[in-house]
């Protein structure tokens, strides 16, 4: 049973509330015809119609909440909501009966038929019962809904004192006091609050509208409250409508949140950041020639080399090779440049009014099957793309997303590649993608096999992919030719060599006493 199904019972209770008040205004406001001029018997239907369907969103309300797991005040919903039950079906039973009168009599108005079965006494007896289960449903709310840690929790106690102060007339038994209902977190609130927890750890986006619909149903009770502390409820019955709508939009809100984050979740796998983690951190100022010129003075021969890089993360698509040979810096490289903040900004630049999207893989021919398959790199993919886009789960993963039940999520290959390709047509309109992808050399089987899966995404406008490897022939088949779309890393690195080592040796206390004695270890550095 979802926690998070007691929120439906307390929206059931407050529209129970909320008709009820109405009833007993008599309210035109409640039913009128287009051209209004509904008869009262007319009205009649049209109540009763209504009014079984709220008791019977009452009916059983251990379908919405489990005892053994329940707080106090989630428990006490339960006996609320079967008080709310007997006094609908009380007002059924009349109205039922009122039906059955209106075949013979008629009446001016609604107000006119319920004084004719109710005196002016009952009417306010049944006024003061809501009155109590309205007080009972916003102090009971009020602790569901309340964190485990809330900062100004003194705040909530002293509200919900506030609450039972204002109504000492009613007996001991109908409300619980502030320290009853904040004994224990309820499961409500211990799913919410987890939900966010997971959000937060995978780094989610999107989980703020649940959030922001908890603080607006607080703000509600609060409001409730003020009004409640006056007699005239006059103004009450709207203000338990919207929070009826609020608590079934948190509900359905933290619902589909909770199925989006069961199918993020199931993509990952424990060591699906292990292998970008271990990479070294670039050296300070190194690199940085990416992003300036677009000629840099590095090369090996002391020529300045064409760097398209900038340019191509602003304005160009398809597949850019970092080509590189071993322990030229590629992985550290790749690391650098997907995370920067100038990548992101010229990346922004592509992107105009879409969304951005990033995503990263790196190949490792020492890990575990999952780090140098298709299946980690499109498991990751996958993975960081619905993080950033969990609104995308349910319309590209409809079978998952709709399946409770199902124990465990198994993902094909052939499965995943449909998603990714299906991605791109569900966001032409709203997001692009960029892909870093780093050491296809150490993808473990047939690389002309990674190739053509790399270039089956990379064939999209609103899609582009940095990829770096060993420079093979067949990766310089494959993309030795694009013009502005390669570079060879082992030519531009000769002064981020030269910083590094100068760097490392000049920390050495020892480096430098012996440079100071001998002015030959300077030349040595060079030389390195």
């Known amino acids: 049973m979802d926690p998070l199904s007691a929120l439906g019972l307390a929206s059931n209770i407050a529209q129970l509330i909320d008709f009820g008040s109405k009833l007993l205004a008599g309210t035109r406001e409640l039913y009128t015809s287009v051209d209004g001029a509904t008869s009262v018997n007319r009205e009649l239907e049209i109540i009763t119609a209504d009014l079984t369907h709220i008791c019977t969103g009452l009916s059983k309300p251990e379908r919405y909440i489990r005892r053994q797991n329940a707080s106090e005040s989630e428990v006490s919903l339960i006996s609320l909501s079967q008080s709310c039950k007997d006094l609908g079906d009380e007002f059924l039973s009349v109205l039922e009966t009122l039906k059955i009168k209106g075949r013979r009599q008629k009446w001016a108005t609604f107000r006119q038929a319920l004084l004719s079965a109710w005196k002016e006494s009952k009417i306010h007896d049944y006024d003061k019962r809501l009155g109590q289960y309205r007080s009972q449903i916003v102090i009971h709310l009020t602790s569901i809904l309340s964190c485990q840690v809330v900062e100004g929790q003194t705040s909530i106690v002293k509200s919900l004192d506030g609450i039972a102060a204002s109504h000492h007339r009613l007996e001991a038994t109908s409300l619980y006091t502030a320290a009853q209902v904040l004994e224990g977190q309820s499961s409500v609130a211990k799913s919410l609050d987890k939900l966010a927890a997971n959000y937060h750890r995978l780094e989610i986006t999107g989980a703020n509208t649940a959030a922001q619909l908890r603080r607006d149903i607080i703000d509600s009770l609060q409001q409730l409250q003020t009004k409640d502390d006056r ?9 338990l ?14 619902k589909a949140l909770s199925k989006d984050l069961r199918v993020i979740k199931s993509l990952s796998f424990p060591v699906i950041c292990e292998r970008r983690a271990r990479i070294q951190e670039a050296h300070p100022n190194t690199f940085d020639w990416l992003f300036k010129d677009k000629r840099s003075k590095d090369a090996v021969d002391g020529t300045k080399c064409l760097i398209p890089m900038l340019e191509w993360l602003q304005t160009r698509n398809g597949v850019f090779w970092i080509s590189g040979k071993a322990g030229s810096g590629k992985s550290t490289l790749m690391k650098f440049l997907h995370s920067h903040e100038q990548t992101l900004t010229a990346l922004r630049s592509w992107a105009g009014d879409k969304d951005l999207v990033t995503a990263s893989f790196f190949f490792w021919s020492l890990g575990t099957d999952m780090q140098k398959s298709q299946q980690g790199l499109l498991q990751t993919l996958l993975f960081h793309v619905l993080r950033q886009c969990p609104s995308l789960v349910r319309i590209v993963c409809p079978a998952y997303w709709h399946d409770d039940d199902l124990e465990e999520m198994v993902w094909t290959r052939t499965e995943m590649i449909k998603i990714l390709l299906e991605l791109r047509k569900h966001t032409i309109d709203s997001a692009r993608f960029c ?16 190739i053509e899966l790399v270039n089956s995404f990379a064939t999209a406008n609103d899609v582009k992919i940095v990829i770096s490897s060993r420079p093979w022939d067949v990766f310089e088949d494959a993309y030795g030719d694009n013009s502005g779309q390669k570079l060879n890393l082992q030519d531009l690195t000769r002064n981020d060599i030269t910083r590094f080592v100068k760097d490392n040796l000049e920390e050495d206390e020892h480096f430098r006493e012996l440079k100071a004695s001998d002015e030959r270890y300077e030349d040595l550095v060079n030389e390195m």
């Open 231 to 239: 007699e005239d409820h006059v103004s009450m019955p709207m203000s």
């Open 435 to 450: 892909f870093f992808i780093d050491g296809l050399d150490e993808y473990e089987g047939l690389h002309s096999d990674v």
């Open 241 to 254: 409508k919207a929070l009826a709508w609020q608590l079934t939009a948190l509900s359905h809100e933290a």
